[in-house]
């Protein structure tokens, strides 16, 4: 069965820092995969996929098949960063999204 | 932007009593959802529904549900009789037309309910 999984479940860096928030999956096809961001007291919100190879709000994430991996990462982190980071995927584009358990990032100034 | 709404914010429920959480989707999507996130663990899927009728739905998602579009604008989940361990946030998602760039599930804020 398909599975996300996030080893840090909180990850605390210095304003500045770079970060990287890991996520892997196991799945046997071709998946698509997101990072959603959940800020404090909103809803959660798209922050990236990797079909789009984009970088929004300075993060980016491979996809890593050989490893199954797709770790989210910024070079200088923000305190406005801080936020729960939920790694997630799709079987198919018709597919449910199946989240990771997320991680919870604070970026202390 | 479109945005996909969720009312109640909170309700408060006795245990054994029924509750419908209510979800206005984005107007041109197809594809609705319920997530639930109880505090502290991760968002899990419910169920998710399409040309009227349960595509998928988890092992979660027992006789006690059910989910219904009665109109072209809502989407409800239905707890049938409520347990304690039913209280969680309830998120809503849509997803519009399965075109390139477009297959992006849109969550609503949540519904969060508490059973005592």
């Given at each position: 069965a398909q599975r996300v999984t996030q080893p840090e479940k909180l990850l605390s860096v210095f304003k500045g820092a770079p970060v990287e928030l890991k996520c892997n999956y196991s799945y046997s096809g071709s998946p698509e995969l997101f990072w959603y961001v959940q800020y404090s007291r909103q809803r959660l919100q798209l922050l990236l996929r990797h079909i789009s190879r984009e970088s929004i709000k300075g993060f980016t994430a491979d996809l890593n098949k050989g490893e199954t991996s797709f770790h989210l990462k910024k070079p200088f982190a923000q305190e406005e960063d801080s936020a729960m980071y939920y790694c997630a995927l799709k079987r198919t584009s018709y597919d449910k999204v199946i989240f990771g358990p997320g991680t919870s990032l604070s970026v202390i100034p | 932007e479109p945005e996909v709404t969720q009312t109640p914010s909170h309700q408060v429920t006795q245990m054994g009593q029924e509750v419908i959480l209510r979800c206005v989707p984005?107007?041109?999507?197809?594809y609705f959802y319920w997530y639930r996130q109880i505090l502290g663990q991760k968002v899990e899927f419910l169920v998710s529904f399409y040309n009227n009728e349960i595509s998928e739905k988890s092992e979660?998602?027992?006789?006690?549900f059910s989910v219904e579009r009665?109109?072209?604008s809502n989407f409800t989940l239905k707890i049938r009789s409520t347990k304690l361990e039913d209280s969680a946030m309830y998120f809503c998602a849509s997803m519009g037309l399965i075109v390139s760039g477009a297959n992006v599930l849109t969550f609503g804020a949540g519904s969060r309910l508490t059973v005592l």
């Open positions: - | 984005i107007s041109n999507h197809l979660i998602f027992d006789d006690q009665p109109d072209g």
